[in-house]
């Protein structure tokens, strides 16, 4: 009996991985293994996989020489996207990673951290990424890049008033967000104890705001994890991961 399909993780910070969707993975009983590029673990063939997640991370895309391990990972993800068709999915910094990696540009930003309102455009509203979802969507940021310049043959499908690049497509099967869908209950602890988040958080909030920032976590929650799972599914139906009749099945 052959293996089902398999996902290649890339994260930055070990705090930094798929969030809720290890419980849509494991109920969908899909493998993945994770590579934790920041502490120099390797990255394996990607052509053992059928798909390729990038988790965010503090560094910046272009702080190559404090982290050369970026040029690698830039070159894997352009190979992943642009030579084997894998499917793909960003979030924040994989996300500014995949802009990178393709062509695009990245700089620093209006940093955006709270939860905030996300628009989809007229392709984003069309996009088989954001089937069923509204048309603006309450999301929690934490960054201060974004993606400048997309890249040949993407198209933007979300913005906010501060970031015109929310969500992208490149391609049949590639898709990123700046925004954070994969939050659980541990997420803003967890990220509010990593001193360039904390900091990160003070600058645009004020000291003293992780547990003001939390509150409205905790408030959206339900929300956020309905919108995660339901871009989860069409992501997975997208790059061919799942169907309506697996769907049916599970059911």
């Given at each position: 009996?052959?293996?089902g399909p398999r ?5 930055h910070?070990?705090?930094?991985h798929?969030?809720?969707?290890r ?18 673990e390797?990255?394996?063939?990607l052509?053992?996989y059928a ?8 560094m910046d895309?272009w ?12 070159r ?22 995949l802009?990178?990696a393709?062509g ?11 939860v905030?309102?996300?628009q989809l455009n007229?392709?984003?509203q069309?996009s088989?990424?954001f089937s069923?979802l509204?048309?603006t969507?309450?999301c929690?940021?934490w960054h ?14 979300a913005?906010?008033?501060?970031c015109?690049?929310q969500?992208?497509a490149v391609g049949?099967?590639?898709m990123?967000?700046q925004?954070h ?7 803003v602890?967890?990220?509010?104890a990593v ?5 990160a958080l003070?600058?645009a909030?004020?000291?003293g705001?992780l547990?003001g ?8 929650m ?5 919108c995660a799972?339901v ?5 997975m139906?997208?790059v061919?991961?799942k ?9």
């Amino acid at each position: 009996m052959s293996e089902g399909p398999r996902l290649l993780v890339f994260q930055h910070l070990d705090v930094e991985h798929p969030g809720i969707f290890r419980e849509f993975l494991a109920s969908d009983g899909i493998q993945w293994d994770a590579i934790e590029l920041d502490r120099g673990e390797p990255i394996p063939d990607l052509k053992e996989y059928a798909g390729l997640w990038v988790m965010g991370g503090p560094m910046d895309v272009w702080e190559e020489t404090s982290n050369p391990w970026l040029v690698d990972e830039k070159r894997a993800i352009k190979h992943a996207v642009q030579d084997l068709n894998l499917g793909y999915l960003g979030i924040c910094l994989g996300h500014q990673l995949l802009a990178s990696a393709l062509g695009g540009d990245v700089a620093k930003g209006m940093p955006e951290i709270g939860v905030l309102p996300v628009q989809l455009n007229a392709a984003g509203q069309t996009s088989p990424y954001f089937s069923g979802l509204p048309a603006t969507l309450d999301c929690l940021q934490w960054h201060g890049a974004e993606v400048t310049q997309i890249p040949p043959g993407a198209t933007v499908l979300a913005s906010s008033d501060k970031c015109e690049v929310q969500a992208m497509a490149v391609g049949e099967k590639a898709m990123s967000a700046q925004f954070h869908v994969e939050v659980t209950a541990d997420t803003v602890p967890e990220w509010g104890a990593v001193p360039t988040y904390a900091q990160a958080l003070d600058d645009a909030l004020g000291a003293g705001a992780l547990a003001g920032f939390q509150a409205d976590v905790d408030v959206a929650m339900p929300e956020f994890n309905r919108c995660a799972k339901v871009l989860y599914d069409n992501w997975m139906r997208r790059v061919g991961l799942k169907n309506a009749h697996s769907e049916m099945e599970q059911a």
